[in-house]
């Protein structure tokens, strides 16, 4: 009589723990596979058939690249100088950049000639306006001026500038 070897559990389950490992660590490279392959469709500058090490290393420089731009930007935004006045008849808004230009929003009841009073006054602090958007619905004028100043006194030039509109009945 012959007899046929019966495995034991042990090897039995060892074969079964190793199917769940291979399993896993099949299902961990695709989820890398699947996220290399989202790099590469966002960063820009990589090639269809880039390495691995080349899309981490382009990403890195991205990150950098972006980091870069957040810096500028929030710079850019704590140099503005912002303000805004209200009056009975009018309301302006002001922001200053650094690059000698300025934003003007203006908000008041027209009337005949204001506009052309607006423009004297930048005339008069040597601002140069660089586009102005003017509307008038139901009585409102809406003015938006970009306007560029050489002067030395840059701040104080707008802000004189803001406060003789404030001036103009």
Do not use: W
């Not at 290393?57 to 972006?66: A, D, M, Q, R």
Request: aromatic share 6%.
């Amino acid at each position: 009589m012959t007899s046929i070897p019966i495995p034991s559990p042990s090897s039995s389950s060892s074969s079964k723990g190793n199917s769940n490992t291979r399993k896993r660590e099949r299902e961990r490279c695709l989820k890398m596979t699947h996220m290399y392959n989202h790099l590469q469709a966002t960063v820009p500058g990589l090639f269809p058939k880039a390495s691995r090490e080349m899309i981490v290393n382009k990403t890195i420089e991205y990150i950098k690249e972006l980091e870069e731009k957040k810096q500028k930007l929030e710079e850019l935004k704590d140099s503005m100088l912002q303000s805004t006045t209200t009056s009975t008849n009018c309301s302006l808004k002001l922001s200053i950049s650094t690059n000698n230009v300025a934003f003007f929003g203006i908000q008041s009841l027209h009337q005949p000639g204001s506009i052309t009073l607006i423009f004297k006054v930048f005339f008069k602090h040597q601002a140069q306006i660089l586009s102005a958007n003017v509307s008038v619905n139901q009585g409102i004028l809406i003015l938006a001026i970009t306007a560029l100043s050489h002067r030395s006194d840059l701040t104080q030039c707008f802000v004189e500038t803001k406060k003789e509109i404030m001036d103009i009945k």
